[in-house]
Nanobody, 121 residues
Framework: QVQLVESGGGLVQAGGSLRLSCVAS????????MGWFRQAPGKEREFVAA????????DYAEFVKGRFTISRDNAKNTVYLQMNSLKPEDTAVYYC??????????????WGQGTQVTVSS
């Protein structure tokens, strides 16, 4: 079965950085898009970033542009999220997601269990 396992979350001070990783396993992910969503307490899950299989296309939510960078290593079935200049409002559970294509990444096919990111002020 498909598994997405996130890592790299934790507690960081405002202005700091974290790098999230997500390893996908359980099937062949050729041509799949990968991405990240987040959910803060009391709020709905929201899109953060997505990257195409070739890494040519990268989409970001407006609130992370210029601060977060998504990348992937297809040989390792891994997607990364480099988060810089973190703010307290970035505090959330971050979820890895895999979708058939970039156009459908708002409704991914697979989800990870999530990793907590807490940014203190």
């Amino acid at each position: 079965q498909v598994q997405l396992v996130e890592s790299g979350g934790g507690l960081v001070q405002a202005g700091g950085s974290l790098r999230l990783s997500c390893v996908a396993s359980g099937r062949t992910f050729n041509n799949y898009a990968m991405g990240w969503f987040r959910q803060a307490p009391g709020k709905e899950r929201e899109f953060v970033a997505a990257i195409s299989w070739t890494s040519i296309t990268r989409d970001y939510a407006e609130f992370v542009k210029g601060r977060f960078t998504i990348s992937r290593d297809n040989a390792k079935n891994t997607v990364y999220l480099q988060m810089n200049s973190l703010k307290p409002e970035d505090t959330a559970v971050y979820y890895c997601a895999v979708g058939l294509k970039m156009a459908t990444m708002m409704t991914p096919d697979y989800w990870g269990q999530g990793t907590q990111v807490t940014v203190s002020s």
